[in-house]
T-cell receptor, first 112, second 115 residues
Framework: NAGVTQTPKFQVLKTGQSMTLQCAQDMNHEYMSWYRQDPGMGLRLIHYSVGAGITDQGEVPNGYNVSRSTTEDFPLRLLSAAPSQTSVYFC???????????FGPGTRLTVL | AQSVTQLDSQVPVFEEAPVELRCNYSSSVSVYLFWYVQYPNQGLQLLLKYLSGSTLVESINGFEAEFNKSQTSFHLRKPSVHISDTAEYFCAALFLAGNNRKLIWGLGTSLAVNP
């Protein structure tokens, strides 16, 4: 199993550009989440999904969209990038009832 | 309100010394507790967890944590650390209220093991 994969690993955007961060898992996990990690602020939940076709907002959803058309994929879209979105983004998945989260390696995003 | 507090943002320690990373939670409902580790430039990975049963849980690399319900704590300990233990450690709590589950993360503790 590859586990949770994320692409790209690094990305530099200009203010106003849009992009999609990809996340995929091959463990048949129902739950998937997107977090951002900033110095001194720990992990903050952006969006999450409890299954294909179902998504919901976390604590910092503004400026981001998600969709979950398949169990495996959970892309995160930045609609119009802002410098405040400079961060490291992690995707995570878990099997319902097991509660352990499996994290991807992260995407380091810089918005100029 | 439910919360998770890691009491130390940074813990410097010398190699082979013991270490304790402190985590407290606040809750009126049942809780599962986790410690995750993040090595430099990597994602987080589960170190150990408490769901039920024995209040002392251990990891494969010598860490242990004890669930203390009366003190609402889940401190992480290791009797002798290695350079390779240098990492960020996150405490997390999954609060269980009927069908509602909420995962809350601490802000992390940076463990720096010096030679």
């Amino acid at each position: 199993n590859a586990g949770v994969t994320q692409t790209p690993k690094f990305q530099v955007l200009k203010t106003g550009q849009s992009m999609t961060l990809q996340c995929a898992q091959d463990m048949n996990h129902e739950y998937m989440s997107w977090y951002r990690q900033d110095p001194g602020m720990g992990l903050r939940l952006i969006h999450y999904s409890v299954g294909a076709g179902i998504t919901d907002q976390g604590e910092v959803p503004n400026g981001y969209n998600v969709s979950r058309s398949t169990t495996e994929d959970f892309p995160l879209r930045l609609l119009s990038a802002a410098p405040s979105q400079t961060s490291v983004y992690f995707c995570a998945s878990s099997y319902r009832g097991k509660d352990t989260q499996y994290f991807g390696p992260g995407t380091r995003l810089t918005v100029l | 309100a439910q919360s998770v507090t890691q009491l130390d943002s940074q813990v410097p320690v010398f190699e082979e010394a013991p270490v304790e990373l402190r985590c407290n939670y606040s809750s009126s409902v049942s809780v599962y507790l986790f410690w995750y580790v993040q090595y430099p430039n990597q994602g987080l990975q589960l170190l150990l967890k408490y769901l039920s049963g024995s209040t002392l849980v251990e990891s494969i690399n010598g860490f242990e944590a004890e669930f203390n319900k009366s003190q609402t704590s889940f401190h992480l300990r290791k009797p002798s650390v290695h350079i390779s233990d240098t990492a960020e450690y996150f405490c997390a709590a999954l609060f269980l209220a009927g069908n509602n589950r909420k995962l809350i993360w601490g802000l992390g503790t940076s463990l720096a093991v010096n030679p």
